[in-house]
Nanobody, 126 residues
Framework: QVQLVESGGDSVQAGGSLRLSCIASGFPVEEYTMAWFRQPPGKDREGVAAVDRDGRGKYAASVKDRFIISKDFAKNTLYLQMSSLKPEDTAMYYC????????????????????WGQGTQVTVSS
């Protein structure tokens, strides 16, 4: 069955960098649209970045030019490279996936995704 396992979360100082990983099993990432969401304490889950089946990315305005989403087809893994981290990036980060609908299909709406990981915590201190 489809399974997603995140890792890479940590506590860092503002301005630092982290790379999150999401190992996928049960499906080939090149056939799926995938995304990263985050949920800050006491707030709703929000879309951070999404990538279509071919690897094209889309970003929330709050992370554009700081985060990069990518897929490694050989490792069947999704990544989120985060740089210039800010305290407001503190959240539980979740990997999500859904069968792709073709090029340029990469929504940032949580309800459109059918598979989710358990999350990895990112804490950024000032």
């Amino acid at each position: 069955q489809v399974q997603l396992v995140e890792s890479g979360g940590d506590s860092v100082q503002a301005g630092g960098s982290l790379r999150l990983s999401c190992i996928a099993s049960g499906f080939p990432v090149e056939e799926y649209t995938m995304a990263w969401f985050r949920q800050p304490p006491g707030k709703d889950r929000e879309g951070v970045a999404a990538v279509d089946r071919d690897g094209r990315g889309k970003y929330a305005a709050s992370v554009k030019d700081r985060f990069i989403i990518s897929k490694d087809f050989a490792k069947n893994t999704l990544y989120l490279q985060m740089s210039s981290l800010k305290p407001e990036d503190t959240a539980m980060y979740y990997c999500a996936a859904r069968r792709g609908r073709g090029q340029y299909y990469y929504p940032l709406t949580a309800s459109l995704y059918t598979a989710w990981g358990q999350g990895t915590q990112v804490t950024v201190s000032s």
